[in-house]
């Protein structure tokens, strides 16, 4: 298939025009939000969910302790239509979240289970760095050897003493470029809590996933 990132991510549209009809171009993937403890993964779900009101096929659930902690996970999924260029796709996105507690360790691998993306929520207070380092390095070693595709979200970014960019990517063992040859970017900026950049992840994440897909 003739598609390339850099072209790919400014043509690409989301609408809400799902065609059940068409089972031929129609495709399931499941997005996993992965992370430390904290950094926005619920957040970032939340947003989508509000995004996205009309194209919830579920209204998703969010299984938390009290103090708003994710316990298990958070799910949803969503229905849409996916178009680049001419190219058009009727997707079934299931949106799922773990917990970022360490103690609940064991469930993450359940819920990374099956994952076609991930999406990793980095967390800019400079607090946090040990636990961005670790939650990464999980991700790398669950997601290389399957080949993946994840990117890599730095939330929090309103915070005033938000860690520098180029500190988070050294730790992280990330190329100091803004973008990879491909054109997406190494690390995208977000604000889960107002909204910023958070569709434009998940986009991203789903077109490096369907990339993927055709390229296997
Ligand atoms: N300042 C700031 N706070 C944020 C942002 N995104 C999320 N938060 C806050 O960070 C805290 C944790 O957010 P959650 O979305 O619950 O984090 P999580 O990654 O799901 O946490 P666990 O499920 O416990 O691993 C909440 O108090 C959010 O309001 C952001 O962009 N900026
Ligand atoms: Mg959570």
Request: charged share 25%; with cysteine.
């Amino acid at each position: 298939m003739e598609l390339h990132n850099k072209e790919g991510e400014s043509q690409l549209e989301i609408s809400g025009e799902f065609d059940f009809n068409d089972a031929e171009n129609m495709l399931q993937f499941k997005i996993v939000y992965w992370g430390p403890g904290e950094s926005g993964k619920t957040t970032n779900f939340f947003r989508l969910k509000e995004k996205f009101d009309l194209l919830k096929l579920s209204n998703g659930y969010s299984i938390e302790t009290t103090e708003g902690r994710t316990l298990w996970e958070d799910s949803l999924y969503l229905l849409f239509k996916f178009a680049i260029k001419d190219l058009k796709f009727n997707i079934i996105a299931h949106v799922v979240t773990c917990t970022g507690q360490e103690r609940f360790l064991s469930t993450r691998e359940y819920v990374l289970d099956g994952a076609d993306g991930i999406v990793f929520v980095g967390d800019s207070n400079p607090e946090k760095l040990e636990q961005n380092k670790r939650s990464f390095r999980e991700l790398v070693s669950f997601a290389s050897p399957k080949k993946i595709p994840y990117i890599v979200q730095l939330n929090k970014r309103d915070l005033e003493n938000a860690i520098k960019l180029s500190k988070f990517k050294i730790a992280l063992g990330l190329p100091l470029l803004d973008t990879y040859p491909d054109g997406s970017k190494v690390v995208y900026d977000a604000e889960a809590i107002q909204g910023v950049n958070i569709v434009k992840c998940f986009k991203q994440i789903i077109l490096q996933v369907i990339f993927n897909y055709f390229s296997e």
